[in-house]
């Protein structure tokens, strides 16, 4: 028998961690609505480290968090479109095979390690606005 | 850690065995430290007539660190807040390993009968509580017949 912490719980645990501010305050999340019980639908910042293709110095990002996370990964998107490595067709969705830090997903990660490695990402690829 | 603690199956058999009234504990799934937790609302609260869903967690270090614990219903209560988390002491600073799920299952179960609108997690719940509590325990009621009838 192995140890299993249950997803709403780890989500509840994420939150609070939220609450606090998590890392140097480059990225934040907080649920979409904070009535939603499953805790499916969560927001997401990153702050524009060019200070370039982002709206008002961040990037805002939407994260489904499903039944099966954390043993899944979370689905993550910008909610603008971005010429940017790593992005599927629709220049939003997040491949996370394509990031360093993502490609191997682990139940242990949390969305603040996922905007971290996002950050990272912004940082090296230099994202281009499409709109 | 191999396998599960004692302490732990030992509970599981005690409440089973001798369960709490009102109350009624299922494992979920495989995971025997994940419980399902369905409560009936108080007699003489605005939560009667109600069935409660709770889920319950024992952290690895349980019995060092209490349960976790939420409602999944819906509640119109000033110690309890959107997401279901409980405002009680047991199950923060006043945790004590001689604690267990039944004590703590009661005492959600009191706080039911007694809301505490001195000590909230729901502002807006207290503060109706407090200026207007006879409108505050007919919208519990009417939360409980929506949201929660059995």
Redo the contacts between chains.
């Keep these: 028998m192995y140890f299993v912490e249950p997803r709403n719980f780890v989500l509840l645990r994420e939150l609070e961690q939220a609450e606090k501010g998590i890392g140097d305050g480059r990225c934040s999340y907080g649920l979409k609505t904070p009535d939603d019980v499953m805790m499916y639908r969560w927001d997401g910042t990153i702050f524009d480290p060019h200070h370039s293709s982002s709206e008002n110095g961040f990037y805002a990002l939407e994260i489904y968090c499903g039944d099966d996370y954390p043993k899944k990964p979370p689905t993550v998107s910008f909610t603008q479109p971005l010429r940017m490595p790593g992005l599927r067709d629709d220049m939003c969705t997040v491949d996370f095979s394509a990031i360093d830090g993502l490609k191997t997903w682990k139940a242990s990660y949390g969305m603040a390690h996922v905007l971290k490695c996002l950050y990272n990402h912004i940082v090296k690829h230099k994202p281009r606005s499409l709109r | ?4 603690p004692k302490r732990i199956t030992k509970e599981i058999e005690r409440l089973n065995r001798d369960p709490v009234p009102g109350i009624s504990v299922e494992i ?1 799934g495989d ?4 419980f399902s937790v369905a409560m009936a609302g108080p007699s003489q609260s605005p939560y009667e007539g109600g069935l409660f869903k709770l ?1 319950l ?1 024992l ?2 270090d349980y019995p060092m660190v209490p349960p ?1 614990v ?1 409602f ?1 219903t ?1 509640m119109y209560h000033p110690n309890i807040d ?4 409980i405002c009680l002491d047991i199950l923060k600073d006043k945790w004590s390993p001689a604690l267990q799920v039944r004590t703590v299952l009661l005492s959600i179960q009191a706080l039911l009968s007694a809301p505490n609108p001195d000590d909230p997690l729901a502002n807006d719940v207290a503060e109706q509580w407090k200026t207007n509590e006879k409108l505050a325990i007919q919208t519990a009621a009417e939360w409980t017949a929506k949201f929660a009838s059995a």
Excluded at chain 2, 1 to 4: F, H, L
Excluded at chain 2, 31 to 34: E, F, S
């Design positions: 850690m191999s396998g599960v979920i995971n025997i430290r994940y889920e967690f952290p690895e976790k939420r999944l819906k959107k997401l279901g988390r």
